[in-house]
């Protein structure tokens, strides 16, 4: 049988070995729903499991219509980014740190076990506090995603989750507007994702664009220069790029190795490459964003600078 408690701290022990407290809450806390874990089987644990089988969660999450918010804050900043959680999952200790975070959420389940019984259920030992599953909130068309951007990223078929999850981070550290992606582009709301951007999948604008013919009519009609990160005999050095900003920019990169495909280099305006020494020939794309988010930050349009197409 399943135990739900409405809780504030913990306070006795339960036959399952799980600390309940008194059911009127105390004043360090908001009541929080308690669901301790007495079986696998229980209702909304689904959500949890095999969650290190990458393969199953890539297309079980956007089928399902969540995603996996790991840690407290993380947690914290998909709350405040307007996302509504379906449950928590967590050891007993956490209780109080979680509390807070669902003041405005008192019905939504707390599943709490021990270190063994989470780590059968989630396939890895968690060390970062809590998971919560959360509602996946839906796409905007591309359209409103960049109506008001002036800096946007175009990720084209980056399937590394890592590298996602970096770009996002520099996306919303170097002050970027939104980010596009590519149908078959990595997931930004996998677990993975959104631990390595901390977060910041949750507060920057993105979706996923159509493919190449249409979305490039939608940046023309936008007024976008479209500028591909390219190893090509043709492209200018970021320097000279930046010497002369468009208004407006869409920066396109592609997955390691592969690199941008041939619809994508037709459909930039410009190619642009980041001057290498000793030898090297490019960076991690993670790392390559970074610095060309760095050198067309906060710039307007100079004298000269190329327009987009017509």
Known sequence: MVNNSRVGIVSRRTSTGLSLSNPTPPPEGPPVRIVPIDSLDIDGLGDYARLTDVALRRVSEPAGGLYIAESHKVIARAL?????????????????????????????????????????????????????????????PMEFVIRDATRIVILEDIVDHTNVGAIFRAVAGLGADAVLITPRCADPLYRRSVRVSMGTVLQVPWTRMP???????????????????????????????????????????????????????????????I??????????????????LWAIRDQRASPGAPTARR
């Open 275 to 292: 001057p290498m020494m000793h030898g090297v020939d490019s960076l991690n794309v993670a790392s390559a964003s970074a610095v060309a």
């Open 211 to 273: 493919e190449w013919p249409e979305a490039r009519r939608i940046l023309d009609e936008a007024g976008f220069h479209v500028a591909a990160l390219a190893l090509d005999d043709r492209a200018i050095t970021l320097d000279d790029f930046a010497a002369h900003l468009p208004a407006k920019i869409a920066l396109t990169m592609g997955a390691e190795g592969d690199g941008l495909s041939a619809q994508a280099l037709e459909a930039a305006d410009s190619t642009v490459i």
């Open 80 to 140: 405040n980014a307007g996302h509504t959680p379906r449950s928590l999952l967590l050891q007993e200790q956490w209780i109080p740190d979680v509390a807070p975070l669902l003041t405005d959420f008192p019905d939504v389940p707390v599943y709490v076990g021990d270190a063994a019984t989470l780590e059968s259920l989630t396939g890895y030992h968690m060390h970062r506090g809590a998971l919560a599953a959360m509602h996946r909130p839906p796409l905007h």
